[in-house]
């Protein structure tokens, strides 16, 4: 915004003391750049250390991100089943969705009534990829996610089952950020399976049963075994009760 | 010239040994036919193999994740192979191939897989089978050897899918098959960290922190307190053979099985198939194997399964019950011969008797006197099995606190004490049936304890007298005739 315009001397005072202008806004408070319409967290930088090690233990920076405050609503589905008629569920194509997709909603356009604002499921890692690109935004990679919902600290926590959903990191804890209580797909959520999918179903990371114990960065983080664990056993075309996703975009 | 050295070449070919299959593979039989396997839900087991081939044999698991009972009030989230915690038992013979098909239910929060000790392969069958929820998987193995082994779910993180109740064990016979005894059954013995203490009713959690401690709250046989107890105690007739096929899940903790008043006849050391020991009082099961016992019902009566470690069967509910059923054998074992008077004129030294640890908060205090014998006589006779609190242990001995049993009728109470107290009995509204000794106490102990009781834990009751013993003994001994005049 130019503010050299042409005032009357005597209101140039009065001028001076406007704000600044909203590029320099952005720049001193970047939590602003992500929208509160979209209902977006600003997820500062942070750390990653990936949960099963491989030669030496590494930490891999996280760039900030504007991260959906809750996963993507059967509301919200809705509305882009409607613009996207292939993602409809009469007329998916089966390689991009199994038979389950959207096996709770009532038909094609109709979710559970009394579940608009919950996290829609049955959903395929396509259906979510697809989904979130629509948005002018992209799933979150497995180290945004961790970095955002996968605290350690919590997951020592007596009943790790309720913390291995996601526990949001301790800078985000006043935030918005919601956990629902499902699991959710990630860009890359076969990453920790390092020898991938065989024919002969020889495919998963051996060292991912008993073994892992050795190869854990902490052994005793159970919530964590079972996030990874879960997300081994994923194929894109699933599309499960409890598994979910919401999306992502870097931070501007 | 030429042709002798190369037909002297040809000889030595034909001659030499062929130097073909390698001595270290395992041979394997020709598989014939194919049936579905055969399964049956604790404790009973399914009957022995009789076919004499090896066949293809299509085995069905599903896991489910669902709340089921845990002990008497108190719910816990199993994960199962099939309905229950242990899985059902699986009988199959050497040499056959297992097809198995793992299913993990769509309603199921985490993914599963199944380790097959019986198996030879990566993971037992955890690669294989390892599947998500809403999905199954299939894989096929040869029982290459015979023993009894365990089978359960190895998904990281292993030790929570265990404690879960993820297990269950599978025979698997020699080709010859196994001695016939007339009752076989099994018991997985299991442990589960819950957040709660035992017995705490309600909704129970695994607990991670006691678990990395190996510090469970239940220590339990076939998945639950009690599950051999009462109705569901073993059953046999006198004069039977009788093999008990033990697993151990663990999983932390050896088990020491020993079963009260019996001595193991054989004992086939960690499910292997040499019956390798005889005269056995107590064996060991390790955490993730398994062992087979066989005896002979000689004597009638009820019998305790214990694990040996006492606290556990006490404590965290590692009890359950064999009941023998037939004639009395007088010339094995003849029970209470006599009983009289025993006073040797000489006195003991104690160390004094601390008060006992002060109650639970809503049990009102004890009311003791210094040199109290009633109060003497509780603490050291009776808070093993009616604790110091006397809530007793649930599903296992009643609760002296607020009975309604002792406020009702003062004489049955006393019977208790002069004869003991074995089969069913109902306290405050719940059914025990179990069997509390005969302590052998004077007429002037059990007033002094029963006075004690009566005046404390709650209950409001008039004290006791030896003159109120004397009369019940009276009433006793009318009622039957002495021990000595009994046919024996």
Not at chain 1, 168 to 177: F, G, V
Request: hydrophobic share 40%.
């Amino acid at each position: 915004m130019n503010r050299h315009v042409a005032v009357p001397g005597l209101l140039l005072g009065a001028f001076a003391s406007l704000p600044l202008s909203r590029a320099e806004n952005a720049a001193t408070t970047p939590a602003a750049a992500c929208s509160t319409e979209r209902h977006e967290v600003f997820v500062p930088a942070g750390r990653y250390e990936p949960f099963y090690k491989r030669a030496e233990r590494r930490v891999m920076p996280v760039a900030p991100m504007c991260l959906a405050a809750a996963p993507v609503t059967n509301a919200q589905y809705l509305e882009f089943v409607r613009g996207h008629p292939q993602w409809r569920r009469s007329r998916v194509t089966r390689v991009f969705a199994e038979e389950t997709y959207l096996a709770n909603w009532r038909d094609d356009l109709t979710p559970p009534p009394e579940s608009l604002s919950e996290p829609v499921t049955f959903v395929s890692w396509f259906a979510a990829d697809d989904y979130c690109e629509s948005q002018g935004a992209r799933l979150p990679k497995v180290s945004e996610w961790e970095r955002a919902a996968g605290r350690q600290a919590a997951a020592r926590a007596s009943t790790p089952f309720a913390m291995a959903m996601g526990s949001p990191a301790a800078d985000l804890e006043r935030t918005p950020l919601q956990l629902k209580g499902i699991w959710e797909w990630t860009e890359d959520f076969n990453s920790a399976v390092v020898s991938g999918r065989a024919s002969g179903a020889q495919g998963t990371d051996p060292s991912l049963f008993c073994g892992d114990g050795f190869r854990a960065v902490d052994a005793s983080d159970y919530a964590a075994f079972l996030r990874y664990s879960f997300r081994s056993s994923l194929h894109a075309d699933f599309t499960l009760k409890n598994l979910g996703f919401r999306c992502t975009r870097e931070a501007p | 010239m030429k042709p002798f050295p190369l037909l002297a070449l040809a000889s030595l070919c034909c001659i030499a040994p062929v130097h073909g299959a390698s001595q270290s593979s395992t041979p394997v039989e020709e598989i014939r036919g194919e049936e579905r396997a055969a399964m049956t839900s604790a404790p009973f087991v399914p009957p022995p193999i009789t076919r004499r081939y090896a066949t293809k044999v299509l085995l069905d698991l599903e896991v489910k994740e669902h709340t089921k009972q845990l002990a008497d009030g108190v719910n816990y989230t199993y994960w199962t192979f099939g309905d229950d915690a242990p899985g059902k038992f699986i009988r199959i013979r050497e040499g056959d191939l297992v097809q198995t098909r793992l299913s993990n239910h769509p309603d199921n929060t985490v993914s599963h897989n199944v380790d097959f000790h019986a198996a030879t392969g990566p993971g037992g069958g955890g690669e294989a089978s390892f599947v998500a929820p809403g999905h199954s998987a299939t894989f096929t193995w040869r029982a290459m050897r015979p023993g009894l082994f365990l089978y359960h779910c190895v998904a990281a993180p292993a030790g929570l899918h265990l404690a879960n109740g993820m297990y269950g064990l599978i025979l698997v016979e020699p080709k010859q098959g196994l001695p016939k005894v007339d009752r076989e059954f099994f018991i997985v013995q299991g442990e589960f960290y819950t957040d709660g203490a035992y017995g705490e009713p309600g909704d129970q959690h695994f607990d991670l922190n006691k678990a990395i401690h190996e510090e469970p709250e239940y220590v339990v046989f076939n998945g639950r307190v009690g599950a051999l107890m009462g109705e569901n105690a073993l059953r046999a007739k006198t004069g039977e053979s009788v093999r008990i096929y033990l697993g151990n899940a663990g999983p932390s903790l050896v088990s020491s099985f020993h079963i009260v008043g019996e001595i193991f006849d054989s004992v086939y050391g960690e499910g292997g198939t040499v019956a390798n020991q005889h005269n056995v009082q107590t064996t060991i099961v390790p955490v993730g194997g398994s062992a087979m016992v066989e005896m002979v019902a000689d004597v009638a009566g009820s019998y305790q399964l214990v694990d040996h470690s006492m606290f556990r069967a006490f404590n965290k509910g590692a009890m359950g019950a064999l009941q023998i059923e037939g004639a009395n054998r007088p010339e094995l074992f003849s029970g209470r011969q006599a009983e009289e008077i025993f006073n040797p004129g000489t006195h003991l030294q104690r160390v004094a008797m601390v008060a006992s640890t002060p109650p639970a908060p809503a049990a009102p205090a004890q009311k003791s006197a210094p040199g109290d014998r009633g109060h003497e006589l509780y603490s050291t006779i009776c808070t093993a099995c009616h604790q110091p609190d006397g809530r007793g242990m649930q599903g296992t001995f009643p609760p002296l606190a607020q009975s309604d049993f002792l406020a009702k009728d003062v004489d049955a109470a006393i019977r208790v004490l002069i004869e003991g107290r074995q089969g069913p009995i109902t306290v405050n509204g719940k059914a025990y049936d179990g069997a509390m000794p005969n302590f052998s106490l004077v007429d002037e102990d059990i007033a002094a304890v029963l006075s004690y009781v009566r005046r404390n834990f709650g209950n409001s009751g008039a004290t006791v007298t030896p003159a109120d013993v004397r009369r019940v003994r009276g009433l006793l001994a009318q009622a039957s005739p002495p021990p000595e005049e009994q046919p024996q």
